[in-house]
């Protein structure tokens, strides 16, 4: 279901000019799923000066309490609201974004999870780092990491073999060409999506934005990693202590551990990776078992979710087959 609520959006006034024409052509585009108070908290920080200076504002949520909803339409907001019947996961949030993204007089889409920061500095450098470029599919930004002492992740260079569990970067990416990086505060361009180029829904939660990246490289669009946009993320990751090095893990709920090594495995399978491909799963899942061996709790339920996620990866099954418990019921961003 849609809600479209009709309201006339004002001149963007002094506080915005001269970068109006920049976020003019961008949509932002925000998922949501059990973050009800966070995304009317982001909402009410977009429309603080009564207006967007987007060209459009949506918010894509899967089994609506309708809190999100009732607050636009108390407040007037100018925002196109979308409901799923059904739990959309990441991947098809993502794709539900840029499907309606894509029908905005827009050029760009901002992706954003409900419970993220919002800058309008940070979207307009990575606006400006596309400007003049051709073929550039998806900017993303220098993302330090709120829960890990403010550590920099790297966005991957190449596709296999793609980046650790462990994150350890003290210093800022250089800006740079790369393959792929969180959908999470990333500007993606439109014309893609009204090609009909979008993510592969059916895996449902997780490595869904590396499979678009690669999608979006096979078909000839450059991504860049932008050093002028910084993104403080959320990401849950604790300290650990490694061969007497600190290093900061994933600490994700234990029903994630499956369709992190499941989803690898199919990308793995569609993108014909070979042999460097399952080596590459066979090593992420020896370094998820030795993390929650040595790290984690709930070892059992990873480690088990860990070897159906694989098995079934093998098997090529997808979507929706482990959603999370009562005691996990949001698990991160959707």
């Known amino acids: 279901?849609?809600?479209?609520?009709?309201?006339?959006?004002?001149?963007?006034?002094?506080?915005?000019?001269?970068?109006?024409?920049?976020?003019?052509?961008?949509?932002?585009?925000?998922?949501?799923?059990?973050?009800?108070?966070?995304?009317?908290?982001?909402?009410?920080?977009?429309?603080?000066?009564?207006?967007?200076?987007?060209?459009?504002?949506?918010?894509?949520?899967?089994?609506?309490?309708?809190?999100?909803?009732?607050?636009?339409?108390t407040n007037g907001?100018?925002?196109?609201?979308?409901?799923?019947?059904?739990?959309?996961?990441?991947?098809?949030?993502l794709r539900k974004r840029m499907e309606l993204a894509a029908r905005f007089d827009a050029d760009w889409c901002y992706a954003l999870n409900g419970d993220s920061e919002?800058?309008?500095?940070?979207?307009?450098?990575?606006?400006?780092?596309?400007?003049?470029?051709?073929?550039?599919?998806?900017?993303?930004?220098?993302?330090?990491?709120?829960?890990?002492?403010?550590?920099?992740?790297?966005?991957?260079?190449?596709?296999?073999?793609?980046?650790?569990?462990?994150?350890?970067e003290a210093t800022p990416p250089a800006e740079r060409e790369v393959a792929w990086a969180s959908s999470n505060g990333a500007l993606y361009h439109l014309e893609p999506a009204r090609n009909g180029l979008f993510v592969w829904t059916d895996l449902w939660h997780a490595w869904e934005d590396m499979a678009y990246s690669w999608l979006l490289s096979v078909h000839g669009w450059k991504q860049i990693a932008c050093s002028e946009a910084v993104f403080v993320d959320g990401y849950e990751r604790r300290a650990v202590r490694l061969f007497g090095r600190r290093f900061h893990i994933h600490d994700k709920p234990p029903w994630l551990s499956y369709y992190s090594i499941r989803n690898l495995a199919i990308f793995v399978h569609r993108t014909k990776a070979g042999l460097a491909g399952w080596a590459l799963v066979g090593s992420r899942l020896f370094q998820e078992s030795a993390l929650t061996i040595m790290y984690r709790d709930n070892k059992?339920?990873?480690?088990?979710?860990?070897?159906?996620?694989?098995?079934?990866?093998?098997?090529?099954?997808?979507?929706?087959?482990?959603?999370?418990?009562?005691?996990?019921?949001k698990g991160g961003a959707w």
Request: proline share 6%; glycine share 8%; with cysteine.
């Open 1 to 73: 279901m849609i809600v479209a609520l009709e309201v006339q959006i004002r001149e963007p006034s002094d506080i915005l000019s001269p970068n109006a024409d920049l976020l003019k052509r961008v949509v932002l585009a925000i998922s949501a799923f059990r973050s009800d108070t966070e995304v009317v908290r982001l909402l009410e920080q977009v429309f603080a000066h009564g207006l967007s200076p987007f060209a459009g504002v949506l918010v894509v949520d899967s089994l609506t309490s309708g809190a999100i909803e009732r607050a636009i339409d």
């Open 77 to 93: 907001w100018p925002v196109t609201f979308h409901n799923s019947q059904v739990n959309l996961g990441a991947a098809g949030n």
């Open 118 to 168: 919002f800058k309008l500095e940070t979207i307009l450098a990575l606006v400006r780092c596309g400007a003049g470029k051709r073929r550039v599919g998806a900017i993303f930004p220098a993302r330090a990491n709120s829960s890990a002492d403010q550590r920099w992740s790297r966005a991957g260079t190449s596709f296999l073999p793609f980046r650790s569990p462990l994150t350890n």
């Open 300 to 329: 059992l339920a990873r480690l088990t979710y860990l070897a159906r996620g694989l098995v079934d990866g093998l098997r090529k099954r997808t979507g929706m087959t482990v959603s999370p418990t009562p005691t996990n019921p």
